[in-house]
């Protein structure tokens, strides 16, 4: 890496799987900005979320931890205060960091090391969507349906537009402002948008972009591969089982998710064309990631919740290239690598020791060609689980656990469906056994499911408390300074028009 803090720039979106993605294979979609940072940077193939839900995973790319070493179980819990994220180390090191858009936190603290929060979240931050792993056979009122699917098609205006089109917006705004300003420290913005998370809704402009019979349908259909247990509760706790999905209903919510990837594709081109414009963009380093995929109707299946490759596998992409080659890396890395490995962008490879024992490896030997770890773990922790689910990816394995239910052995490069669990054939029983071994001295299972269902108790109480009398809402509330924006009569105008202007030019008496 060169000399010097670059800036980063992390663009972050919500539920959107590699397999859709025209850098990792598909031939529908349509991204020319996200292409354009694929051809141009260093993709890796086989990245993974720790924990296929929104809010976990989040936490685990902030914290380099796993979900559960900080209590990050499901949507509800709490990121606690005192868990150092990237957003703290950065900050430690010299840089201004920011975010706009959505990050989940839950709970008082919704900052967790970001300087500036540009917009309140798209979801709530207090503890009503905890799950109850007391009542396995009630679903929560509160997650997912089918009408995600069975609604899909063309919007004018969505929830979901309001927020990502404020997001991009004030995300702009902002990269004008620091270019603008007399702080000289390099930032770290996360622009993070909930597009092309369900529901599956999307204007005409990008619907058009596809015509209905190119869009391609699940490589393995519904009813094709067998349904483990933790399927069968997955279609409960999303109410499958009493929504029947048409082919007809499939490739239309497919459709309108590949138009929704479009747009993310837009408002990436946006960010883009604001950093050049504004001359940034050659110091700033650019990721491109997302928090989990979506099943898309793979296996019957919708959503995420599971380790299956559809919902587990996110793209990732770093575009820096006077400071990486591009390349392809196959090897296995996943979002809890990403802290360390932005600490070694703002130390140029040489960042002193953690303050703690971080889960994640940086990710720089990877970006340099020089080696790189080939290792991910996984936990979920959520609803439509009983218990903890684990998972370990190296080479072309992939083993998952639960205990109660069947283990999955999947050779993904042989079988890429995950339609042959190999834990029946002879040929893998001494592989089988080693990675048993390795779970079990990883994991105390027992102990992990009380710590759960404790926590998931507590929090239940606490929601029904906070709601009792006059609720106290932790969403974060942005806050704009009116004194210091647009024409202000404290401020010289000279000194105003010049300040706000760029580029910079000789103060309007001098000319």
Same mark, same amino acid.
């Given at each position: 890496?060169?000399?010097?803090k670059p800036n980063i720039l992390v663009l972050?979106?919500?539920? $959107?799987?590699?397999?859709?993605?025209?850098?990792?294979?598909? %031939?529908?979609?349509?991204?020319?900005?996200?292409?354009?940072?694929?051809?141009?940077?260093?993709? &890796?193939?086989?990245?993974?979320?720790?924990? =296929?839900?929104?809010?976990?995973? #989040?936490?685990?790319?902030?914290?380099?931890?796993?979900?559960?070493?900080?209590?990050?179980?499901?949507?509800?819990?709490?990121? =606690?205060?005192?868990? @150092?994220?990237?957003?703290?180390?950065?900050?430690?090191?010299?840089?201004?960091? +920011?975010?706009?858009?959505?990050?989940? &936190?839950?709970?008082? *603290?919704?900052?967790?090391?970001?300087?500036?929060?540009?917009?309140?979240? +798209?979801?709530?931050?207090?503890?009503?969507?905890?799950?109850?792993?007391?009542?396995?056979?009630?679903?929560?009122?509160?997650?997912?349906?089918?009408?995600?699917v069975t609604d899909a098609g063309v919007c004018?205006?969505?929830?979901?537009?309001?927020?990502?089109?404020?997001?991009?917006?004030?995300?702009?705004?902002?990269?004008?402002?620091?270019?603008?300003?007399?702080?000289?420290?390099?930032?770290?913005?996360?622009?993070?948008?909930?597009?092309?998370?369900?529901?599956?809704?999307?204007?005409?402009?990008?619907?058009?972009?596809? #015509?209905?019979? *190119?869009?391609?349908?699940?490589?393995?259909?519904?009813?094709?591969?067998?349904?483990?247990?933790?399927?069968?509760? /997955?279609?409960?706790?999303?109410?499958?089982?009493?929504?029947?999905?048409?082919?007809?209903?499939?490739?239309?919510?497919?459709?309108?998710?590949?138009?929704?990837?479009?747009?993310?594709?837009?408002?990436?081109?946006?960010?883009?064309?604001?950093?050049?414009?504004?001359?940034?963009?050659?110091?700033?380093?650019i990721v491109v990631l997302s928090d989990h995929?979506?099943?898309?109707?793979?296996?019957?299946?919708?959503?995420?919740?599971?380790?299956?490759?559809?919902?587990? %596998?996110?793209?990732? +992409?770093?575009?820096?290239?006077?400071?990486?080659?591009?390349?392809?890396?196959?090897?296995?890395?996943?979002?809890?690598?990403? !802290?360390?490995?932005?600490?070694? &962008?703002?130390?140029?490879?040489?960042?002193?020791?953690?303050?703690?024992? !971080?889960?994640?490896?940086? !990710?720089?030997?990877? $970006? $340099?060609?020089?080696?790189?770890?080939?290792?991910?773990?996984?936990?979920?922790?959520?609803?439509?689980?009983?218990?903890?689910?684990?998972?370990?990816?190296?080479?072309?394995?992939?083993?998952?656990?639960?205990?109660?239910?069947?283990?999955?052995?999947?050779?993904?490069?042989?079988?890429?469906?995950? @339609?042959?669990? /190999?834990?029946?054939?002879?040929?893998?029983?001494?592989? $089988?056994?080693?990675? %048993?071994?390795?779970?079990?001295?990883?994991?105390?299972?027992?102990? !992990?499911?009380?710590?759960?269902?404790?926590?998931? #108790?507590?929090?239940?109480?606490?929601?029904?408390?906070?709601?009792?009398?006059?609720?106290?809402?932790?969403?974060?509330?942005?806050?704009?300074?009116?004194?210091?924006?647009?024409?202000?009569?404290? +401020?010289?105008?000279?000194?105003?028009?010049?300040?706000?202007?760029?580029?910079?030019?000789?103060?309007?008496?001098?000319?």
């Open positions: 890496m060169s000399a010097g972050m979106a919500d539920q $959107l799987t590699p397999t859709a993605l025209a850098a990792y294979g598909n %031939r529908v979609s349509k991204t020319p900005h996200i292409d354009a940072l694929a051809a141009g940077g260093v993709v &890796f193939e086989s990245a993974y979320t720790n924990s =296929p839900l929104c809010a976990p995973s #989040r936490y685990v790319f902030m914290a380099g931890k796993l979900p559960s070493r900080i209590g990050a179980y499901d949507n509800a819990a709490e990121l =606690p205060s005192e868990v @150092l994220t990237f957003g703290h180390y950065l900050r430690h090191a010299g840089y201004r960091t +920011i975010l706009s858009g959505k990050m989940h &936190f839950c709970g008082a *603290d919704q900052l967790h090391g970001f300087e500036e929060r540009l917009t309140t979240d +798209i979801y709530p931050a207090d503890f009503g969507w905890t799950p109850d792993w007391d009542q396995p056979k009630v679903r929560p009122s509160w997650y997912h349906n089918m009408a995600s004018v205006r969505s929830n979901q537009l309001d927020f990502d089109d404020e997001v991009v917006f004030l995300a702009q705004q902002k990269l004008f402002d620091v270019v603008r300003d007399a702080d000289p420290r390099p930032f770290c913005m996360v622009v993070s948008l909930t597009h092309p998370h369900d529901p599956y809704a999307i204007p005409q402009e990008y619907w058009d972009l596809y #015509r209905d019979e *190119d869009i391609d349908m699940p490589r393995v259909p519904a009813g094709s591969a067998p349904l483990d247990p933790h399927t069968q509760r /997955l279609r409960h706790v999303s109410d499958m089982d009493r929504s029947p999905i048409s082919d007809a209903q499939t490739r239309h919510a497919r459709h309108a998710y590949y138009g929704a990837v479009s747009y993310v594709d837009a408002q990436i081109g946006k960010i883009r064309r604001t950093l050049e414009a504004t001359g940034q963009a050659d110091n700033t380093i995929g979506d099943m898309l109707g793979e296996r019957g299946l919708w959503y995420k919740m599971n380790f299956f490759e559809n919902a587990c %596998r996110v793209p990732l +992409i770093v575009h820096a290239p006077q400071r990486f080659q591009p390349r392809r890396v196959a090897a296995s890395v996943s979002l809890v690598d990403i !802290l360390p490995t932005l600490v070694d &962008f703002a130390f140029g490879g040489a960042a002193p020791a953690a303050p703690e024992v !971080l889960d994640g490896r940086s !990710l720089l030997p990877h $970006l $340099l060609g020089t080696g790189g770890h080939d290792d991910v773990v996984g936990e979920y922790l959520a609803e439509g689980a009983v218990a903890p689910l684990v998972m370990l990816r190296r080479g072309a394995t992939k083993f998952v656990h639960s205990p109660g239910d069947p283990d999955q052995l999947f050779n993904l490069v042989s079988d890429p469906n995950e @339609l042959t669990n /190999l834990v029946g054939d002879p040929a893998a029983a001494d592989l $089988l056994q080693a990675l %048993r071994a390795e779970v079990a001295a990883r994991w105390d299972m027992a102990a !992990l499911r009380s710590q759960v269902v404790a926590s998931q #108790r507590r929090r239940r109480f606490h929601f029904a408390a906070q709601n009792q009398g006059v609720p106290q809402y932790w969403d974060h509330q942005p806050f704009q300074a009116a004194s210091q924006r647009y024409m202000r009569n404290h +401020i010289d105008l000279d000194t105003l028009e010049a300040r706000a202007r760029y580029p910079v030019v000789r103060s309007f008496s001098d000319s």
